[in-house]
């Protein structure tokens, strides 16, 4: 596929209703005070799983479930912040059912994927249950492997109303119990990971 046709397959996914109409309802109903999890990180999210997903040669169904899982991943903010992954899940859930195209495999599917996304408290920060989870993961956590890293982390630490000083300790813990799942993130975002790594050991360091 050329580089012409996956941006034209991205674009179709993109505009399918179903994303369209959640991306349109984020915009109009997000806490404001959110400075992370805002509508712009949904449509990131949504564009950077799609963009791992092409290049990982997914075909264009499982590209749709992908676009939609990443879409909603973070909906459930629109009612609260805690567990907001299981009202993520049902907003997409009802969302599918109406529209009428999915299988129950299709929503049982998203729903699941939506559901990994939510970090563990020990060991790997995430539990793989899925055929297309990791690209939505690695999608979700593509800021740790980008280099507006520490603008995002910054953004976080605002939301989640903590000092910077203890994001950066939270962000380089999650970062050794972080792993790339997909092979295009591996490719794409690993890298950038070590440098931020890096960076951030130096930062806190330099702290102490």
Same mark, same amino acid.
């Given at each position: 596929m050329t580089? $012409?046709?996956?941006?034209? /397959?991205?674009?179709?996914?993109? @505009?399918? =209703?179903?994303?369209?109409s959640?991306?349109? /309802?984020?915009? !109009?109903? +997000? ?19 799609l963009?791992l997903?092409?290049s %990982? ?7 749709l ?7 909603y991943?973070? *909906?459930?903010f ?12 049902s /907003?997409?859930?009802? #969302?599918m059912?109406? %529209?009428?195209?999915? $299988?129950k495999?299709d929503?049982? !599917?998203i729903?699941?994927?939506?559901l ?13 249950? $899925?055929? !297309?989870? =990791?690209w939505?993961?690695?999608?979700d +956590? #593509?800021?740790?492997?980008?280099? %507006?890293?520490l603008v995002q982390?910054e ?5 989640? %109303?903590?000092? &910077?000083?203890?994001? +950066?300790?939270?962000?380089? *813990? ?5 792993q790339?799942?997909? =092979? *295009?993130g591996?490719?794409?975002l690993?890298?950038?990971k070590? /440098? @931020?790594? #890096?960076?951030?050991?130096? &930062? !806190?360091?330099?702290?102490?």
């Amino acid at each position: 596929m050329t580089l $012409t046709e996956q941006k034209h /397959l991205i674009s179709r996914v993109k @505009n399918d =209703p179903v994303i369209t109409s959640i991306h349109a /309802l984020l915009e !109009l109903s +997000l806490d404001p005070s959110l400075t992370y999890h805002t509508k712009e990180h949904s449509a990131d999210v949504t564009e950077m799983a799609l963009a791992l997903g092409v290049s %990982d040669d997914l075909d264009e169904h499982s590209l749709l479930l992908l676009g939609i899982a990443a879409a909603y991943h973070d *909906a459930g903010f629109i009612e609260h912040r805690n567990d907001h992954e299981t009202i993520s899940a049902s /907003l997409a859930e009802r #969302a599918m059912e109406s %529209d009428g195209r999915f $299988t129950k495999n299709d929503i049982s !599917l998203i729903r699941q994927m939506i559901l990994d996304t939510k970090l563990q408290s020990i060991g790997p920060s995430h539990k793989i249950n $899925t055929r !297309l989870s =990791p690209w939505l993961i690695d999608a979700d +956590l #593509a800021n740790l492997g980008r280099s %507006d890293f520490l603008v995002q982390t910054e953004l976080l630490a605002k939301e989640l %109303d903590i000092p &910077m000083d203890l994001m +950066l300790h939270q962000s380089l *813990a999650l970062m050794k119990r972080h792993q790339w799942y997909s =092979p *295009a993130g591996q490719v794409s975002l690993g890298a950038q990971k070590e /440098l @931020n790594k #890096a960076k951030l050991l130096t &930062m !806190l360091k330099n702290k102490s």
